[in-house]
């Protein structure tokens, strides 16, 4: 047992923090045969003064903005459970809250964002129900049903993987786990829980394995030149190399392993500190005006850690007892300030990562470094083929605001 639980949010058993740790150890064992080198180590006790890696990046998504633009971005990744589940791939999920104004108007109210690993809560629900209903209601404000978290009326009554399946199908997607997608569960989940509220992360990118990939995958002294003459590699020639060139496109992977890179070309290994978790690392509060004042601090929730740098919650906005909306909000930048329309605008102002250390440099032989011959040439993102997919998803948000432009109209009998 190597880590503790994400953010030491919750006060689990000692089973349960054994449980977690089996499923690092899982997904680790998967990527090792293909990523392992000595450039990376799942234990970071072993490191020789170990000190900080700066590996964050900002929580909004990049490959709509690559694709379509920053507008058309934001519109999409603010379409409630849709856009979410489709755009929100940078270890950033959000759902906005909608509230009646005192005439009856649906507004936003506030944005629940969370950077919380959806393997630690299955992990949880797998071994323990009452334990993961003891944090889904910490976290909620009340207490779940059983069949909202289960499906069932007695979940203690299910094996573990009866309990997996069920969890997973109502609360957190199958998130590539080939066993759960055997099992028929549906890639993102059927019930309210974790779709009207942003409880965890569902996307399945976002997930332990894709995070340790990405780490493991930079953790390596790539180079261009010669063994003897080597310069470290671009993000450009990485990707490039491997086939991956869509992974430029977002936030999250150039950052984490040309991050990993840079420890690893100067010799240094790599580790994720303990806990390890996806974190929210920074927040600029002051771009966000009320009535051309600061917003109040009350309106700045974080949660969901035991320090502020273990954070993995963020709730932004007026409390429900409070008059004021979302939307009463602006956002100043520069010279520019703009209302604040829903959640993508929060998490464009955040930072987020996991807590990555390196230790000591040591020398690295000369048949260590990974020359590669690939161009540095820009990658043209908006080719990407993920751009066909956003296009599609614009299309049928152009659709569906068409139909709500529509549907008030009535229609009358002729006599």
């Not at 150890?25 to 890696?53: E, I, K, M, V």
Request: glycine share 8%.
């Amino acid at each position: 047992m190597v880590y503790d639980i994400p953010g030491r949010a919750d006060q689990l058993s000692t089973d349960l923090v054994q449980k977690w740790n089996e499923a690092i150890q899982a997904a680790y064992a998967n990527l090792q045969p293909d990523f392992g080198s000595r450039f990376f180590t799942l234990d970071p006790s072993t490191l020789t003064d170990p000190t900080p890696a700066p590996i964050k990046w900002f929580g909004d998504p990049a490959e709509p903005n690559f694709c379509l633009g920053a507008e058309v971005a934001r519109q999409l990744s603010d379409w409630g459970v849709r856009g979410r589940h489709v755009l929100h791939n940078e270890y950033c999920e959000y759902r906005i809250i909608e509230k009646a104004d005192a005439t009856g108007r649906m507004r936003p109210k506030r944005v629940q964002v969370t950077t919380e690993l959806r393997e630690y809560w299955v992990s949880v629900a797998k071994h323990d129900p009452l334990a993961v209903r003891a944090i889904a209601q910490s976290v909620l404000g009340f207490e779940p049903t059983w069949e909202d978290l289960y499906g069932v009326s007695d979940p203690l009554a299910l094996t573990q993987q009866q309990r997996s399946i069920a969890f997973s199908t109502l609360v957190a997607g199958h998130g590539n786990d080939d066993e759960l997608i055997d099992a028929g569960v549906p890639s993102q989940p059927t019930g309210k829980l974790n779709t009207d509220n942003a409880l965890f992360m569902t996307h399945p990118i976002n997930g332990l394995d894709d995070l340790l990939y990405i780490v493991m995958f930079g953790a390596k002294p790539y180079a261009s030149g010669t063994a003897s003459n080597p310069q470290q590699a671009t993000r450009e020639q990485l990707f490039r190399e491997f086939g991956v060139e869509h992974l430029a496109c977002r936030h999250a992977d150039p950052n984490a392993a040309m991050g990993a890179l840079g420890g690893a070309f100067n010799g240094h290994t790599v580790a994720f500190a303990n806990p390890l978790g996806m974190y929210i690392r920074s927040f600029t509060k002051n771009v966000f005006l009320f009535r051309g004042e600061p917003i109040p601090d009350s309106w700045v929730r974080l949660s969901r850690g035991a320090t502020e740098e273990m954070c993995q919650r963020l709730e932004f906005g007026p409390g429900d007892d409070e008059p004021a909306f979302l939307d009463d909000i602006t956002v100043a930048i520069g010279g520019n300030e703009e209302p604040l329309t829903g959640g993508f605008q929060v998490v464009q102002q955040m930072e987020v990562g996991p807590l990555v250390v390196i230790g000591q440099p040591t020398p690295i032989a000369e048949d260590e470094y990974v020359i590669l011959s690939a161009t540095d040439a820009p990658i043209q993102c908006q080719e990407a083929d993920i751009c066909q997919t956003i296009q599609s998803l614009k299309q049928e948000f152009d659709n569906t605001q068409q139909m709500v432009r529509v549907a008030p109209r009535t229609m009358g009998f002729r006599s």
